[in-house]
Every structure is written in C-alpha cells, then in structure tokens.
C-alpha cells in the first residue's frame, strides 16, 4: 500500500487513515454539497421545509418530489444523490409504522432523528457497506402539538436539533440568511415567503440552469400535518422572491 495522502485509505468506510479520517464519510459529504439546496425553517408554531430541483434538461416536464411525509406528523427534505434520499425516506417510513405498530402513538420527531443517525452511522462503521450521500432535514410535531421540531442528520450519522437549518451547494450563504431571522417569531406565511426568497437567493445563477421550488409545511392551518405548500401560496412566495431579486439588483 501506497502511503501518499488518501492512497488505499478510501476503499473501506471502516479504514481510518494515518490522520485519522475516514475518506468515504468525506466523499459522502461532497456528494451532499454537489446538489441542490434544501432548507428547514422552525418558526412560531411551523416547520417549512423547502428545496431547490435543478432542472438538468430542457426536455424534462417535472422533477421528481424531494420533500417527502413520513407520518402524519413529520415531513423531511433532503439534499444529496436522489437514490439515497429516497431509500432513506422510506426507511423513515417503514421505522414510523413500526413504532406506531408498537406503542400505538405517532413516532416522536427526536426518536425518528435519533434511530435515523444510528443508521446512517451504521453504514459509516461496516466494511460492506457505503456511507449514505445524503443528508436529511426531518421537521414536524409530535402527537400533543406543543411545540414544531427539526432536526438535521449528515452523512456521518450526526445529528442536531435546530431552529433553522441548510444543507447543500450553497448551505454558508443560505445559513447566512436564517442566522438574520427572528425565527421564535416568525409565522407561517412568513416562513414560507422566507424559505422561497433564500432559496432564490442563494440559487446558483453560474450554471444556468432553471430550477423547481418544492416547498411543505406542518402547522396550525394544516392541522399539524406536512402536507405540500397550497399552490397559489406557492405561487406568491415565488412572485415574492423574484420581486425581492429585482429590487436588490436595481439598488
């Protein structure tokens, strides 16, 4: 074995190198960071959830969904490669009829963070198998409505709770933005007109590229569920977000 940087150190998720890193769950990270933007935002008493989907050809009649309902309670969105999204979404799925079929309550927001780490940190320790390239942003309420929960788990397994959170190609300037809000008050609507107005903001015009807004939500007017953002509020954070870009550009 050669012993130059990374050299034979990245053929196992489970081979530390001589600094001690482990290049896969570095790899899976990058992954992350190659794909669109994904957001969640934990307001007065809503979790959004909101991502960009580049639109890689001209062809293409509509992306595929990225925010997915998991129970009736908690939603997720993610950023990473798709396949991996997906796989980890119904694995939540699967983990929340589980727990349901057990205890007969809706599984708790922080257990299905907490259960989802653990398995994404499995993969991160096993020889045969890969790091997730993905990182997922799970929000919603528990069954007694008290107050909205987000939690974002990375491809290493960590996990953390926060008010507002990014992930993605442009997750530094996007979290920039939610550092500036006063989340403790921030209502619904509001929060929604945000997350579209960040993820404009902060989309990566370089490329080119037209881009889908997916944005969903759990609150009050929603009966806590996470179900999609309605389509004609959909569709004025987008005339929103656009209008606040053509006047920061003509200032």
């Known amino acids: 074995m050669s012993h130059g940087l990374g050299s034979g150190y990245d053929l196992s998720a489970g081979t530390y190198s001589q600094d001690g890193r ?6 899976a990270a990058k992954a992350v960071e190659n794909s669109g933007n994904a957001i969640g935002i934990r307001g007065r008493d809503c979790v959004v959830l909101g991502v960009d989907k580049p639109r890689v050809s001209e062809m293409l009649v509509r992306a595929a969904p990225k925010n997915a309902t998991l129970s009736q309670n908690i939603g997720m969105t993610s950023a990473g490669l798709v396949a991996d999204c997906r796989t980890l979404a119904n694995w939540c799925r699967e983990e929340c009829r589980s727990y349901k079929n057990q205890y007969h309550t809706e599984i708790p927001v922080r257990v299905l963070s907490e259960r989802l780490s653990l398995e994404m940190q499995e993969h991160t320790t096993t020889s045969y198998y890969r790091p997730y390239g993905a990182t997922v942003i799970l929000g919603g309420f528990d069954e007694d409505h008290t107050k909205p929960q987000l939690f974002m788990v990375e491809p290493s397994g960590k996990s953390f709770g926060y008010r507002a959170c990014s992930c993605g190609m442009n997750q530094s300037p996007a979290r ?76």
């Open 22 to 27: 482990v290049f896969q769950v570095e790899y």
């Open 176 to 251: 920039t933005e939610l550092e500036k809000l006063d989340l403790p008050n921030l209502g619904a609507e509001e929060a929604v007109m945000t997350v579209a107005r960040i993820l404009h903001q902060i989309h990566d015009e370089s490329k080119n590229l037209a881009f889908e807004l997916e944005l969903s939500w759990a609150c009050a007017a929603t009966g806590f569920r996470h179900v999609p953002v309605p389509p004609e509020l959909l569709a004025r954070a987008e005339e929103a977000a656009k209008r606040f870009l053509e006047e920061r550009d003509h200032a």
